[in-house]
């Protein structure tokens, strides 16, 4: 048996009481959950990791034309090059022929620098782009980093050492 509805809005098929299109995501960077759609998901918790989730309406930028990579420019960090990261870390690879004119952002990882287009910041899902983040820049504090470092002096004097009683 169908229920009637007593009180309430009548509504077309739900079209006239759309929300704001919102971009909701989780609180946790490492996770990288992400959603855009037109339900309010705050006070929920993510679906992948169970923290919490935070929403925001999406505007678009008329300048860019493209909001989203704003938003992953923002949640991994990345830095414009300017003239002193240009000079710093772009000039050298572009005296070895390297192609870097479409390059317009940078971030600094444990393995140096890492540059980012336009191009392939709209076609690579944030999911993927937090996920390689995650394994670049670790968070190790500089003791953690020294402490690393020096085992591996260490082991490599201990190799070294016992290689050279061991061919006498």
């Known amino acids: 048996m169908k229920r009637k509805r007593i009180n309430g809005p009548k509504t077309n098929g739900g079209d006239d009481m759309k929300n704001k299109l919102t971009l909701s995501y989780c609180l ?29 309406f999406v505007k678009k930028n008329p300048n860019d034309g493209d909001w989203m990579i704003e938003e992953k420019i923002k949640r991994l960090g990345l830095k414009t090059i300017d003239e002193q990261a240009y000079h710093e870390h772009v000039k050298p690879l572009q005296l070895y022929g390297i ?9 600094i990882t444990n393995y140096g620098p890492m ?41 490599v004097l201990w190799k070294w050492k016992h290689k050279i009683i061991g061919n006498k």
């Not at 490492?30 to 679906?47: L, Q, V, Y």
């Not at 287009?117 to 980093?145: C, F, H, Q, W």
């Open 99 to 107: 192609d870097i004119t479409k390059w317009k952002y940078y971030k």
């Open 28 to 56: 946790d960077e490492e996770c990288g959950w992400e959603e855009t759609s037109h339900r309010n998901m705050d006070g929920i918790r993510c679906p992948k990791c169970g923290r919490h989730v935070t929403s925001e």
């Open 115 to 155: 540059f980012f287009t336009d191009e392939y910041l709209s076609i690579t899902p944030i999911e993927e782009l937090m996920k390689s983040d995650s394994k670049l820049v670790g968070n190790k504090t500089i003791a953690e980093r020294i402490d690393s470092i020096m085992f591996r002096i260490q082991l």
